[in-house]
């Protein structure tokens, strides 16, 4: 066996065991909360610590409903970017695109909590119709409010991975491409065949990230317990309940072991998208 393989297989197993320890944790501290509730505890909208009654639906849809616009919202900026770097631009600036992306990707998301508090949110509020969604965040701390700040922080991510397999494509089927005096348009539209499993695993992969976000969403989603219809209402998701109620969770019999339950749903759900992301991405990228 070769001996860097040796050496590595030791901390493979310590992060192994250290993924394996914090599932255990997580379901032995649910466990109080799972064997009281049941299924209420994910079918029902109930909050009352003084009850002890407690209900994960507001914060299970909330976060899918966040998540989902997030994703559809990246969904359009994608490939607009991807064109952008490959069929338009300068090679010059190639690299300074992708440094761009890598910069975002790297960038701590309570900056984008900060930047949406002060600037999204007032603008959403701006934008109120009369007539339309009566019960929308005075704040302009709301669903959609959540959304566009996680699209705009999960967006450098799905551009690069779509830019890197969009890179691996053969440069033959380029070459054929502009051989044939065909437009930037046109290259990038034949050439999107290529990359649409790509495509799909990076927006599975930005979902699965929208749905574990924290403190971006907490700034701005409005953490309101209620299941809004309209984007622009306030709600609350997984994350933002932990982070909002585990100060005073040790005050009640139940909460914390609820908020436990929460946070192993929103892992499971999370490990699930990954997962398929990841596998559809190398799939069609050429990823390894």
């Known amino acids: 066996m070769d001996s860097f393989i040796k050496v590595s297989i030791p901390f493979v197993a310590i992060v192994l065991l250290a993924l394996a320890a914090l599932v255990a944790t997580l379901a032995v501290n649910s466990a109080p909360a799972i064997l009281r509730y049941g299924l209420n505890l994910i079918t029902t909208s109930g909050w009352s610590p003084s009850e002890e009654v407690y ?42 695109l992708r440094g761009l992306m890598f910069y975002g990707t790297a960038l701590p998301t309570v900056v984008f909590g900060l930047w949406g508090l ?9 934008l109120k119709v009369p007539g339309v ?18 699209a705009l922080m999960n967006a450098p991510f799905a551009s690069l991975i779509l830019y890197e397999a969009y890179r691996f494509v053969p440069f033959t089927y380029r070459e054929a491409l502009f051989s044939l005096g065909a437009t930037g348009y046109e290259r990038f539209r034949v050439l999107w065949g290529l990359i649409k499993g790509a495509f799909l695993g990076a927006l599975l992969l930005t979902f699965g990230k929208s749905v574990g976000e924290t403190t971006a969403v907490s700034l701005v989603v409005g953490n309101s317990f209620n299941i809004p219809l309209c984007p622009l209402e306030p709600g609350i998701t997984v994350s933002s309940l932990i982070v909002n109620y585990v100060t005073e969770a040790s005050l009640y019999s139940y909460m914390l072991s609820t908020l436990f339950s929460a946070a192993l749903v929103m892992l499971l759900v999370n490990a699930l998208f990954v997962a398929v992301g990841l596998w559809l991405a190398r799939k069609a990228g050429g990823w390894r």
């Open 55 to 96: 209900g994960l639906l507001p914060a299970l849809l909330g976060t899918l409903y966040v998540s989902a616009l997030a994703t559809g919202l990246v969904a359009l900026i994608v490939p607009g970017v991807v064109a952008l770097a490959w069929e338009y631009a300068p090679a010059s600036l190639r690299g300074l």
């Open 118 to 126: 002060d600037y999204v949110a007032p603008l959403l509020r701006s």
């Open 133 to 150: 969604c009566e019960n929308a965040s005075p704040t302009g701390q709301s669903i959609l409010t959540g959304a566009v700040v996680l």
